[in-house]
């Protein structure tokens, strides 16, 4: 299993347990019958991952312009 679905349960729930049962049958596993699910579930988390970027860099953008503008309004008083 992928380290980072311990915090990804929710978001990609269907795809995690669709490859938790095929995994159940060791000789799909190993035959690569479950390559499909993981596929699937690659496409989750990198979707999943992108949008978090997203919102990590707009958050990030919008706390440096709150901190220029305080950086400025600190320097006016100069």
Avoid: Y
């Avoid at 596993?29 to 990198?46: A, I, P, S, V």
Wanted: glycine share 2%; hydrophobic share 30%; with cysteine.
């Amino acid at each position: 299993m992928h380290p980072q679905l311990s915090d990804k349960r929710i978001v990609c729930r269907e795809f995690i347990q669709a490859l938790d049962a095929c995994h159940a049958n060791n000789w799909a596993r190993l035959t690569g019958r479950c390559n499909q699910e993981k596929d699937k579930l690659n496409q989750c988390l990198r979707k999943e991952r992108v949008e978090r970027s997203a919102r990590n860099r707009a958050d990030a953008k919008e706390q440096r312009t709150k901190t220029e503008r305080a950086w400025k309004e600190l320097h006016e008083n100069d």
